[in-house]
C-alpha cells in the first residue's frame, strides 16, 4: 500500500466511523456483481486456506505472516466439530484447536478471515467433521430434512457464532472475519437426494442468515443458494463459472493447488504455471475472490484423517509445504502475480471487461475505468505454441498456456509461464541415525479372554468401538477333528475373510498369516488364503483396522468397516465350513493403549525388552525410545521406511498413522507438462515407493532433552531402520 492509498483507506474508514455512529446497523461488509465490499470498498481479495488442527499454535504466526508475505489478504479455514466436541457436550477448544487464538493470530498479522463453519466440512477429514456419536443419536440422518440432526447442527452453528461474536470476530466489531460458510458442496448431494434436500437447504440458509453475523455467508458447489448468500466454486479452474444471480460477485472458495495424497497413491503436484494460469483465467473473467485450497495443507495428526486411505501428510503441493517452508518456486511466483493483480486491482474492481480476440487462440480481456484506471490480461490458450500478439501497437510474447498482465495497459509486469523465482531444493538430511529401542509385545488376544465380550455373527466395526479406537479385533475357535485329510497331506484349509474395510490381519493360533487391505476406490478386502490349522482347537484372531471414517457420499454415516463376512474355511472334508453366524468374541482397541504404553511415565504391566532382545519384524510391536532435539529451528520428522504400519507417539502425543508399507502404485509417474488441462492424475511423483516415509514431528512438542517417541508397529519391521530427519535447503 503505498501512502496515497493509506491515506484514502484512513479516510474511508473515517467515514466509515463516523456513518456508524448515526446509524446502529451498519454492515461493515456488503457485495455487489463485481466485489465483495468492505468498508465501502470493493476489494479483489487473494485467500488461501490454513487448516488451524494441521499445524500447531506455535507455528501458526510464521505460516500466517509468510502468507501474508506471499500476498495474501484473507486466511480460510474450516471449523472442525469432531475436534471441539470429542464427546458430546463434552469441548475442546485448546491446543491446536483454539479457534480464537488462531482467528486472533491472523487479526495480529493484519489479515482477514473467512470461517467456514460447514458443520459438514469435507476436507479429507474423519467422517467429514462430524463427532463419531452423531451418527448413534436415535433416528439421526446426516445432512437433509432430519430434525435431530438439524437440532444438532444448529447447536453447534449457533455455539460457534456466539463464540466468535462474545469475541469481536466479526468485521462488524472490529473482527477480522468478513465471511463465512454454511453447509459444503451440499449441492450434489442436494440433486441425489430431492426433495428433502431442497428442504434441509432452505432451513439451513435461514438459520445461517438468521444469526446476523454482520458479514455475507457464502455456500459452495450449489446452484440454488437462497439470497442473500453467495454460491461460489470450487474446482482446478472455475474461469466459466457465474454465480446464478447477476447481482453476486464471481468467488473460487477453492483453488486446488494440487491434490491429497493418498496410501497406496503416487503424490500428485501441480505446476505453478498451470496454477497462475488457472487463476488469471478467473481474474480476468471477472473472478474477484480466489482462495488457495490449501496454501498451507499440514499434517493430520492423531487419528484425524479420513477414511479415504488419506495420509497422514496433507500437503497438497502447497505454497507452504506440510512442514511450513516455502515451496519454490511455486511460492515466490504466485507471490509475484498477487502484486501484479493487486496493482491491478482499481481497474478491475471499477470496469467490465472488453474481451476481443487477439489471433488463433489468443484473447485480451481490458479493464478500463473511467477513472482513468486500465488493466489488460493477455492469454494465450495453445498448449503448444507461444505466440506473439499485438496490443495497441505492441508486442508481447506469449508463451503457450499463458497470460500476461498488464496492471497499466502497457506493461507487462507478470506472465504465468514466465517463471523466475528461485528454485530452492529442500531435502530431507538424518540428524540422528540410530535410536536405542526398547520393545513390547502387544498380545493377540483370544476368544476365551476376559475382557472380550460375545455376539452371535458378525458386527459392523464403528457400531463397536465408536471411534474410540483404530482397532477391533474378531475372535473365533475353530475345532478340527483328527480325522481331517489336511493334517496329513499337508493340503491346508483356505480361509477366505469378507471386510468392509479397512485392513485387516490374520493370526493364528497367535501367528500372524498374513494381511489384506483396501484402497481409496475400494475399501473393501478380501483375505483368502492357505492356512496352518491343528487338530483340536485352533484360536483365530482377526484385527480390523480404520484409517479414518469416511467424509464424503450421500449418507456416508451408513457406510460400513469391518469384518461383516462371509468368513468360511474350505478344504475340510466336510467342504466349507461356514463361520459367518457363529459366535463370536470381540475386543475393542488394544493392550498397550489400554495400559498407556504411549503415554509419557511408566506403565506398571508392561514388560519392554532391551538391546539384543528388542523385536525385529515382528508384528504387533511396541517401540520406545528417547532422543534430544536437536540444535536449530528446521522442522523434523521421522524417516519410517523401514516400517509396515501402525501409529506414532511423540512424548505421548499422537503424531498420526504411519504406513510406508503400502507403496505407491508404479505407474503414471513421468514428465509433467504444464501446458494442458490438469488433473490430480496427471502430474505425479513417488511412483514404486512408499506414499509416505517422512513423518512431521513439531518442534513444539519437543524439549530439549529426554523426548519420548512410542510406535506401534502393526506388520513387523526393522526398528533399527528409523532415522530422524530435518529439512533444510541443500547444500
Ligand atoms: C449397529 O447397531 C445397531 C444397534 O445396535 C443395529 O441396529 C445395526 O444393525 C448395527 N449395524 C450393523 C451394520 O451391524
Ligand atoms: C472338537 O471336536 C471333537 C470331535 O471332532 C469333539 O470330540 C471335541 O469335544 C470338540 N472340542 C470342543 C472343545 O468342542
Ligand atoms: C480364494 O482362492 C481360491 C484359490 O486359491 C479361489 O478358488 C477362490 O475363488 C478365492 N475366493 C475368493 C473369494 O477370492
Same mark, same amino acid.
Given at each position: 500500500?503505498?501512502?496515497?492509498?493509506?491515506?484514502?483507506?484512513?479516510?474511508?474508514?473515517?467515514?466509515?466511523?463516523?456513518?456508524?455512529?448515526?446509524?446502529?446497523?451498519?454492515?461493515?461488509?456488503?457485495?455487489?456483481?463485481?466485489?465483495?465490499?468492505?468498508?465501502?470498498?470493493?476489494?479483489?481479495?487473494?485467500?488461501?486456506?490454513?487448516?488451524?488442527?494441521?499445524?500447531?499454535?506455535?507455528?501458526?504466526?510464521?505460516?500466517?505472516?509468510?502468507?501474508?508475505?506471499?500476498?495474501?489478504?484473507?486466511?480460510?479455514?474450516?471449523?472442525?466439530?469432531?475436534?471441539?466436541?470429542?464427546?458430546?457436550?463434552?469441548?475442546?477448544?485448546?491446543?491446536?484447536?483454539?479457534?480464537?487464538?488462531?482467528?486472533?493470530?491472523?487479526?495480529?498479522?493484519?489479515?482477514?478471515?473467512?470461517?467456514?463453519?460447514?458443520?459438514?466440512?469435507?476436507?479429507?477429514?474423519?467422517?467429514?467433521?462430524?463427532?463419531?456419536?452423531?451418527?448413534?443419536?436415535?433416528?439421526?440422518?446426516?445432512?437433509?430434512?432430519?430434525?435431530?440432526?438439524?437440532?444438532?447442527?444448529?447447536?453447534?452453528?449457533?455455539?460457534?457464532?456466539?463464540?466468535?461474536?462474545?469475541?469481536?470476530?466479526?468485521?462488524?466489531?472490529?473482527?477480522?472475519?468478513?465471511?463465512?460458510?454454511?453447509?459444503?458442496?451440499?449441492?450434489?448431494?442436494?440433486?441425489?437426494?430431492?426433495?428433502?434436500?431442497?428442504?434441509?437447504?432452505?432451513?439451513?440458509?435461514?438459520?445461517?442468515?438468521?444469526?446476523?453475523?454482520?458479514?455475507?455467508?457464502?455456500?459452495?458447489?450449489?446452484?440454488?443458494?437462497?439470497?442473500?448468500?453467495?454460491?461460489?466454486?470450487?474446482?482446478?479452474?472455475?474461469?466459466?463459472?457465474?454465480?446464478?444471480?447477476?447481482?453476486?460477485?464471481?468467488?473460487?472458495?477453492?483453488?486446488?493447488?494440487?491434490?491429497?495424497?493418498?496410501?497406496?497413491?503416487?503424490?500428485?503436484?501441480?505446476?505453478?504455471?498451470?496454477?497462475?494460469?488457472?487463476?488469471?483465467?478467473?481474474?480476468?473473467?471477472?473472478?474477484?475472490?480466489?482462495?488457495?485450497?490449501?496454501?498451507?495443507?499440514?499434517? &493430520?495428526?492423531?487419528? @484425524? *484423517? =479420513?477414511?479415504?486411505?488419506?495420509?497422514?501428510?496433507?500437503? %497438497? $503441493?502447497? /505454497?507452504?509445504?506440510?512442514?511450513?517452508?516455502?515451496?519454490?518456486?511455486?511460492?515466490?511466483?504466485?507471490?509475484?502475480?498477487?502484486?501484479?493483480?493487486?496493482?491491478?486491482?482499481?481497474?478491475?474492481?471499477?470496469?467490465?471487461?472488453?474481451?476481443?480476440?487477439?489471433?488463433?487462440?489468443?484473447?485480451?480481456?481490458?479493464?478500463?475505468?473511467?477513472?482513468?484506471?486500465?488493466?489488460?490480461?493477455?492469454? &494465450?490458450?495453445?498448449? @503448444? *505454441? =507461444?505466440?506473439?500478439?499485438?496490443?495497441?501497437?505492441?508486442? %508481447? $510474447?506469449? /508463451?503457450?498456456?499463458?497470460?500476461?498482465?498488464?496492471?497499466?495497459?502497457?506493461?507487462?509486469?507478470?506472465?504465468?509461464?514466465?517463471?523466475?523465482?528461485?528454485?530452492?531444493?529442500?531435502?530431507?538430511?538424518?540428524?540422528?541415525?540410530?535410536?536405542?529401542?526398547?520393545?513390547?509385545?502387544?498380545?493377540?488376544?483370544?476368544?476365551?479372554?476376559?475382557?472380550?465380550?460375545?455376539?452371535?455373527?458378525?458386527?459392523?466395526?464403528?457400531?463397536?468401538?465408536?471411534?474410540?479406537?483404530?482397532?477391533?479385533?474378531?475372535?473365533? $475357535?475353530?475345532?478340527?477333528?483328527?480325522?481331517?485329510?489336511?493334517?496329513?497331506?499337508?493340503?491346508?484349509?483356505?480361509?477366505?475373510?469378507?471386510?468392509?474395510?479397512?485392513?485387516?490381519?490374520?493370526?493364528?493360533?497367535?501367528?500372524?498369516?498374513?494381511?489384506?487391505?483396501?484402497?481409496?476406490?475400494?475399501?473393501?478386502?478380501?483375505?483368502?488364503?492357505?492356512?496352518?490349522?491343528?487338530?483340536?482347537?485352533?484360536?483365530?484372531?482377526?484385527?480390523?483396522?480404520?484409517?479414518?471414517?469416511?467424509?464424503?457420499?450421500?449418507?456416508?454415516?451408513?457406510?460400513?468397516?469391518?469384518?461383516?463376512?462371509?468368513?468360511?474355511?474350505?478344504?475340510?472334508?466336510?467342504?466349507?465350513?461356514?463361520?459367518?453366524?457363529?459366535?463370536?468374541?470381540?475386543?475393542?482397541?488394544?493392550?498397550?493403549?489400554?495400559?498407556?504404553?504411549?503415554?509419557?511415565?511408566?506403565?506398571?504391566?508392561?514388560?519392554?525388552?532391551?538391546?539384543?532382545?528388542?523385536?525385529?519384524?515382528?508384528?504387533?510391536?511396541?517401540?520406545?525410545?528417547?532422543?534430544?532435539?536437536?540444535?536449530?529451528?528446521?522442522?523434523?520428522?521421522?524417516?519410517?521406511?523401514?516400517?509396515?504400519?501402525?501409529?506414532?507417539?511423540?512424548?505421548?502425543?499422537?503424531?498420526?498413522?504411519?504406513?510406508?508399507?503400502?507403496?505407491?502404485?508404479?505407474?503414471?509417474?513421468?514428465?509433467?507438462?504444464?501446458?494442458?488441462?490438469?488433473?490430480?492424475?496427471?502430474?505425479?511423483?513417488?511412483?514404486?515407493?512408499?506414499?509416505?516415509?517422512?513423518?512431521?514431528?513439531?518442534?513444539?512438542?519437543?524439549?530439549?532433552?529426554?523426548?519420548?517417541?512410542?510406535?506401534?508397529?502393526?506388520?513387523?519391521?526393522?526398528?533399527?531402520?528409523?532415522?530422524?530427519?530435518?529439512?533444510?535447503?541443500?547444500?
Amino acid at each position: 500500500m503505498d501512502l496515497v492509498c493509506k491515506i484514502l483507506s484512513w479516510l474511508v474508514s473515517l467515514v466509515v466511523i463516523l456513518s456508524c455512529t448515526c446509524s446502529s446497523v451498519s454492515a461493515t461488509v456488503t457485495y455487489d456483481d463485481k466485489a465483495i465490499i468492505i468498508n465501502g470498498q470493493r476489494r479483489i481479495l487473494i485467500s488461501g486456506s490454513i487448516h488451524y488442527p494441521r499445524s500447531t499454535p506455535e507455528m501458526w504466526p510464521d505460516l500466517i505472516q509468510k502468507a501474508k508475505d506471499g500476498g495474501l489478504d484473507v486466511i480460510q479455514t474450516y471449523v472442525f466439530w469432531n475436534g471441539h466436541e470429542p464427546t458430546q457436550g463434552k469441548f475442546n477448544f485448546e491446543g491446536r484447536y483454539d479457534l480464537v487464538r488462531f482467528i486472533k493470530t491472523v487479526q495480529e498479522a493484519g489479515l482477514y478471515v473467512h470461517l467456514r463453519i460447514g458443520p459438514y466440512v469435507c476436507a479429507e477429514w474423519n467422517f467429514g467433521g462430524f463427532p463419531a456419536w452423531l451418527k448413534f443419536i436415535p433416528g439421526i440422518s446426516f445432512r437433509t430434512d432430519n430434525d435431530p440432526f438439524k437440532a444438532e447442527m444448529q447447536r453447534f452453528t449457533e455455539m460457534i457464532v456466539n463464540m466468535m461474536k462474545s469475541n469481536k470476530l466479526f468485521e462488524p466489531q472490529g473482527g477480522p472475519i468478513i465471511m463465512s460458510q454454511i453447509e459444503n458442496e451440499y449441492g450434489p448431494v442436494e440433486w441425489e437426494i430431492g426433495a428433502p434436500g431442497k428442504a434441509y437447504t432452505k432451513w439451513f440458509s435461514s438459520m445461517a442468515v438468521g444469526l446476523k453475523t454482520g458479514v455475507p455467508w457464502i455456500m459452495c458447489k450449489q446452484d440454488d443458494v437462497p439470497d442473500p448468500i453467495i454460491d461460489t466454486c470450487n474446482g482446478f479452474y472455475c474461469e466459466g463459472f457465474f454465480p446464478k444471480k447477476s447481482y453476486k460477485p464471481k468467488m473460487w472458495t477453492e483453488v486446488w493447488t494440487s491434490w491429497l495424497t493418498e496410501f497406496g497413491g503416487a503424490v500428485p503436484y501441480r505446476p505453478v504455471e498451470d496454477l497462475a494460469f488457472a487463476v488469471l483465467r478467473f481474474v480476468q473473467n471477472k473472478g474477484s475472490f480466489f482462495n488457495y485450497y490449501m496454501y498451507h495443507g499440514g499434517t &493430520n495428526f492423531g487419528r @484425524e *484423517s =479420513s477414511g479415504l486411505f488419506v495420509a497422514t501428510s496433507y500437503d %497438497y $503441493d502447497a /505454497p507452504l509445504d506440510e512442514y511450513g517452508l516455502p515451496r519454490e518456486p511455486k511460492y515466490g511466483h504466485l507471490k509475484l502475480m498477487h502484486s501484479a493483480i493487486k496493482q491491478s486491482e482499481a481497474a478491475l474492481v471499477s470496469a467490465d471487461p472488453k474481451v476481443w480476440s487477439l489471433g488463433k487462440n489468443s484473447e485480451a480481456h481490458e479493464y478500463r475505468a473511467k477513472t482513468g484506471a486500465c488493466a489488460a490480461f493477455l492469454a &494465450n490458450y495453445d498448449t @503448444e *505454441s =507461444s505466440a506473439k500478439v499485438t496490443y495497441f501497437n505492441r508486442q %508481447y $510474447d506469449l /508463451p503457450p498456456w499463458s497470460i500476461s498482465i498488464l496492471p497499466d495497459c502497457k506493461n507487462e509486469v507478470f506472465n504465468s509461464a514466465k517463471v523466475h523465482s528461485n528454485s530452492v531444493h529442500l531435502n530431507m538430511v538424518p540428524v540422528k541415525a540410530a535410536f536405542d529401542w526398547q520393545s513390547s509385545t502387544e498380545e493377540v488376544p483370544i476368544a476365551d479372554d476376559d475382557d472380550t465380550f460375545t455376539k452371535w455373527g458378525l458386527y459392523e466395526q464403528l457400531n463397536l468401538t465408536k471411534d474410540f479406537s483404530d482397532y477391533l479385533w474378531y475372535l473365533i $475357535d475353530v475345532n478340527i477333528s483328527a480325522n481331517e485329510a489336511f493334517l496329513k497331506n499337508g493340503d491346508d484349509p483356505i480361509l477366505t475373510v469378507t471386510s468392509a474395510g479397512d485392513a485387516l490381519q490374520v493370526f493364528i493360533n497367535g501367528q500372524s498369516s498374513g494381511v489384506a487391505y483396501g484402497s481409496l476406490k475400494n475399501t473393501k478386502l478380501t483375505f483368502n488364503d492357505t492356512v496352518k490349522l491343528k487338530a483340536g482347537i485352533n484360536k483365530i484372531s482377526l484385527l480390523s483396522s480404520s484409517v479414518g471414517l469416511a467424509n464424503v457420499g450421500v449418507h456416508f454415516e451408513t457406510y460400513n468397516i469391518g469384518v461383516l463376512g462371509p468368513v468360511t474355511l474350505n478344504g475340510l472334508s466336510e467342504g466349507t465350513r461356514d463361520l459367518t453366524k457363529q459366535k463370536w468374541s470381540y475386543k475393542v482397541g488394544l493392550k498397550g493403549q489400554a495400559s498407556s504404553l504411549h503415554t509419557l511415565g511408566e506403565s506398571s504391566s508392561a514388560q519392554w525388552l532391551q538391546g539384543s532382545l528388542v523385536a525385529q519384524k515382528q508384528p504387533l510391536s511396541w517401540y520406545k525410545s528417547t532422543f534430544d532435539a536437536p540444535e536449530g529451528s528446521d522442522p523434523l520428522a521421522l524417516d519410517m521406511s523401514s516400517m509396515g504400519k501402525g501409529q506414532i507417539w511423540i512424548n505421548g502425543e499422537s503424531v498420526g498413522r504411519h504406513w510406508p508399507g503400502y507403496i505407491a502404485r508404479g505407474s503414471g509417474c513421468g514428465n509433467c507438462n504444464y501446458a494442458g488441462t490438469y488433473d490430480e492424475t496427471k502430474c505425479l511423483s513417488n511412483c514404486g515407493e512408499p506414499s509416505q516415509k517422512w513423518y512431521h514431528v513439531p518442534r513444539s512438542l519437543l524439549k530439549p532433552t529426554g523426548n519420548q517417541v512410542v510406535i506401534f508397529e502393526e506388520w513387523g519391521g526393522n526398528p533399527s531402520g528409523i532415522s530422524l530427519v530435518k529439512r533444510t535447503e541443500q547444500n
